[in-house]
């Protein structure tokens, strides 16, 4: 059974940067066959995909072109985790973050973090 | 950017009735489409991939059908715990994957 594990702050101020980490069991950051994902949720945008990560005898990132100037996901071997690093943020990076998993890098989703509630406020 | 239209916004069913949700693409989006369950507080649950695809342990009363730009999500005879918010998703038009806007499916 695949578990995703968030972890972070819930309250980032403008300008600042958002980091977040997803630890894995169940699977492996590694595997040749998942990608690693992450999306957020806010009332104003929907459901947003910003970013992936995967692993095929090297490492990729692919990122939404809306946030792709800001954003860095990283891999962490030695912990099974990844990990999401939002630049510069604004009001408008509020919003539910969720890690995920795509099991065959198909892209849709089978596995969701539980969500982590990020407000950028001073 | 694929755009995708989901209709109704709220669907108000009686349990044990059937419901019929509907999503549009802006543009065709073969058979790469994905439907989510969301419960408040809860992140989505994959229903459906493949536009007609189960995922693991889903229940049979869920069907999806279409292909190209046209899609339904069918709940045969709902359940009480089928109340919540249900989104597509296309994944064949890269970047980025989009989601819809989501149908609320409420108790009548």
């Known amino acids: 059974q695949v578990q995703l594990q968030q972890s972070g702050p819930g309250l980032v101020k403008p300008s600042q940067t958002l980091s977040l980490t997803c630890a894995i069991s169940g699977d492996s950051v590694s595997s040749n066959s998942a990608a690693w994902n992450w999306i957020r949720q806010s009332p104003s945008r929907g459901l947003e995909w910003l970013g992936r990560t995967y692993y095929r005898s090297k490492w990729y990132n692919d990122y939404a072109l809306s946030v792709k100037s800001r954003l860095t996901i990283n891999p962490d071997t030695s912990k099974n985790q990844f990990s999401l690093q939002l630049n510069s943020v604004t009001p408008e990076d509020t919003a539910v973050y969720y890690c995920?998993?795509?099991?065959?890098?198909?892209?849709?989703?089978?596995?969701w973090g539980q969500g982590t509630l990020v407000t950028v406020s001073s | 950017e694929i755009v995708m239209t989901q209709s109704p916004a709220t669907l108000s069913v009686s349990p044990g009735e059937r419901a019929t949700l509907s999503c549009r693409a802006s543009?065709?989006?073969?058979?790469?489409l994905a439907w989510y369950q969301q419960k408040p507080g809860q992140a989505p649950r994959l229903l459906i991939y493949g536009a007609s695809t189960r995922a693991t342990g889903i229940p049979a009363r869920f069907s999806g059908s279409g292909s190209g730009t046209e899609f339904t999500l069918t709940i045969s005879s709902l359940q009480s715990e089928d109340f919540a918010v249900y989104y597509c998703?296309?994944?064949?038009?890269?970047?980025?994957?989009?989601f819809g806007q989501g149908t609320k499916v409420e108790i009548k």
């Open positions: 543009q065709s989006v073969s058979s790469s």
């Open positions: 998703q296309q994944y064949n038009s890269w970047p980025p994957w989009t």
């Open positions: 995920t998993r795509d099991a065959v890098a198909a892209s849709f989703f089978d596995y």
